[in-house]
Structures are given as C-alpha cells and as structure tokens.
C-alpha cells in the first residue's frame, strides 16, 4: 500500500459504521469515530462489546484491542489530519453526502483515501464541491461488514487506478473478499441480484402461492446452500458437467423453457402498494409466531461463523489474506 494504514476513520455509528469499527479494530487498527446523535457513543460501546466474542472465534490480530477505538464526537473536522484511511456511513441523503465529502476531503491529506458505505448513491453525485476527487470511491459492504465478506470497490470516471488497488488491497487485509466494479449503476451488483429475486419473493407471496416463511424455506435449503460456495455461473458450469463447455451446455438446454419462466415473471411482475405491502406483511407476522428475530440473529451470525471459516479453506487464498 502506498500509505501505511494504521489509523482510520470512522464517520458515522449506525449499523454499518458500527460493525466496519469492529472489523477495523479486530484487524489491530486504531480508530477514531465520530457521530452526532446523542446517545453514539454509548450505544457503539454497546455494540462493540456484543461482536467481540464472535470476532475472536474468527481469530484476532495481536494488536486488537477494545481500546484502541476513540469516540472523537459529533464531527469529525478536527481530526481529519489524524487517520490514514476514511470510511463514511452517513444516512443515505445526496445533498448531506455532498456537504460532508466537501469537508472531508478539504480537511483530509491528500493520500488519503476516502470511501463512502454507500449502498446506491454512486460517488460521483457528491464529489462536486471535493478538490481531489481521484482519491473518493464506493467501498460497499454486505450488513455486518464485521462478518460478511463482501465489498463492492465501485469507483467513479475520476478514481485514481493507484486509489483503486489500494483500497481494494487494505479490503483483503481485513478479511474482506473486495470486487472492482468497473462501471457506476444503480444499486451496484449485490443489492441489484438481491433486489431481483426479492421481487419474485414478493410476486409469488402476494398472488398466494407460497407463504414468506415456506418461500424463505426454498431459497435456504435450495439454492441459498449452494449460493454459499459456487455463484450463479459456477453453479451452471457444475450442473452442465462440471467441464469448460458446462456453461454452455446448461445454458443452452433450459434457455427455452426459462425463457418462458421469465415471461410469466413480467407478466406477474410485484407491484408495489399498500395493499399489496399487507399481504405480503400478514405472511411475514405469521412466519414470526413462532421464530423470534433475536433467535434467528443469533443463529445466523453463529451460522455465518462456521461458513466463513470453511469458505477460507474453499475460494482463492488472494480473497483472504486475513492476518
């Protein structure tokens, strides 16, 4: 990395914000963060405390510590002189992004790199007022970033090359499993693969085929399973043969008939409404009887665990150079 990075900054606390300082303090970093909602502080402490069993199964740096995390207040202004690297998590408003990446970069060294968590606002809507844009890119994560792998490295027209391959190296220290995104587009990839089958998820539940607890069943003991290890283009080179011409093969053979599939799809595509959101909604309250949020949390994250440790052993090593 042509910057050593030691310190980083964290703008921004909420759920995002709060899990990428974990990742960052398990990783032996020092972090400053700043928020300006009353209780940040408190509430971050909290969180913190909560992760860190789970971070230690996962193994942590020499250096990691609880304590090398600094609540600096509000804002971050003053100590923008003080970090190496900047990860933003504000809420998701164009013109408050706009305002904040304006001071930042100002008050920021040069070399630093400054990535926005963004989920859909590409980076090139707020860098207007910044006077070194080249240094400013999406860094994406999957909720929690303390545990899932994914970042999507998603540059704007003016991203340096050299800002790119240093930010996509400081992901992969960290455990993180970065991709370059080469073009700016709404949602970016993941959120966009997600948002797709989500609406098909919807489409199948409002017209009463399936209930949201039995249509979650399908995609966890289905394709979910799979998903974990082999994406939608290795999974199709697996199930043509597993050979070079897999892809195509598959490809070729359910092309006519998923064809058809995807013209019932448009033709039930779900359309959002209130009155659709309450079909939808009454199933969900349903599948809640008798599965609590905070149990299936814990034995997601629990679950996450285990397939990320056995993921380290199953993709590249080149995705987790994980210290």
């Not at 706009?98 to 630093?112: G, H, I, M, N, P």
């Not at 974990?228 to 199709?236: E, I, V």
């Not at 008939?257 to 033709?267: P, S, T």
Request: glycine share 8%; with cysteine; proline share 6%.
């Amino acid at each position: 990395m042509a910057r050593t990075i030691k310190t980083v900054g964290v703008v921004g606390t909420g759920v995002i914000g709060a899990s990428w300082t974990a990742l960052f303090l398990a990783h032996g970093l020092r972090v400053l963060v700043s928020d300006p909602a009353p209780d940040a502080e408190q509430r971050l402490t909290a969180y913190l405390k909560g992760v860190w069993p789970s971070l230690e199964k996962l193994g942590l740096h020499a250096q990691a510590s609880l304590s090398n995390c600094t609540f600096v207040g509000k804002y971050f202004d003053d100590h923008c002189g003080k970090v190496d690297f900047i990860q933003e998590n504000a809420p998701e408003k164009l013109e408050l992004k706009r305002q904040l990446f304006a001071s930042l970069d100002a008050k920021t060294e040069e070399d630093v790199i400054i990535a926005s968590s963004s989920s859909g606002i590409p980076s090139s809507q707020f860098i207007t007022g910044c006077k070194n844009p080249e240094r400013i890119l999406i860094g994406h994560p999957f909720n929690p970033p303390h545990l899932m792998p994914l970042v999507e490295v998603v540059p704007h027209p003016r991203t340096s090359p050299k800002v790119i391959a240093t930010a996509i190296e400081f992901y992969r220290f960290l455990g993180r499993s970065p991709v370059h995104i080469h073009q700016e587009t709404p949602g970016f990839v993941a959120n966009r693969l997600q948002v797709a089958l989500d609406n098909e998820a919807y489409s199948l539940v409002q017209r009463g085929i399936i209930s949201a607890e039995d249509c979650d069943l399908c995609v966890t003991t289905g394709p979910g399973l799979r998903w974990a290890f082999t994406g939608p283009y290795m999974t199709k080179v697996l199930g043509g043969g597993g050979g070079a011409g897999g892809f195509r093969h598959l490809v070729t053979h359910l092309g006519p008939g998923a064809q058809k599939w995807l013209e019932d799809m448009k033709e039930h595509a779900y359309v959002r409404s209130d009155s659709n959101i309450d079909k939808l909604d009454k199933s969900v309250q349903e599948m809640l009887v008798n599965n609590h949020p905070k149990d299936v949390e814990q034995q997601r994250d629990e679950g996450l665990i285990e397939v990320i440790k056995r993921k380290r052993d199953f993709v590249p090593k080149s995705f987790w150079e994980a210290v």
